[in-house]
Nanobody
Framework: QLQLVESGGGLVQPGGSLRLSCAVS????????VAWFRQAPGKEREGVSC????????YYADSVKGRFTISRDNAKNTVYLQMNSLKPEDIAVYRC????????????????WGQGTQVSVSS
């Protein structure tokens, strides 16, 4: 059974960094694209980044380009989101999601989701 577990969220000051992890079990990463989404209170869920595991191609929302980096460790069946230069507007619950095939940043393209991890940015 496919299961996604996020970790690594927390509270940081503006300009700080966090690394989120998405551990995937029950299915090999090799056939998947894994994406990170976030949802702030009162806002729609937003696609942040995606990685296609087979060739390592990556995609980012304009709002995080140059600050966030997505990567994977196939041996650990884990995808990471390194978040640098965090801003208050990055505050949200971050969830990972998987789909077979190509990357996407639209929530409708994904059917399997983790429970999420909270990221807070405050001085």
């Amino acid at each position: 059974q496919l299961q996604l577990v996020e970790s690594g969220g927390g509270l940081v000051q503006p300009g700080g960094s966090l690394r989120l992890s998405c551990a995937v079990s029950g299915f090999s990463l090799d056939y998947l694209s894994v994406a990170w989404f976030r949802q702030a209170p009162g806002k729609e869920r937003e696609g942040v980044s995606c990685i296609k595991i087979s060739d390592g191609s990556t995609y980012y929302a304009d709002s995080v380009k140059g600050r966030f980096t997505i990567s994977r460790d196939n041996a650990k069946n884990t995808v990471y989101l390194q978040m640098n230069s965090l801003k208050p507007e990055d505050i949200a619950v971050y969830r990972c999601a998987v789909r077979v095939g190509l990357c996407a940043l639209r929530r409708s393209e994904f059917g399997s989701w983790g429970q999420g991890t909270q990221v807070s940015v405050s001085s």
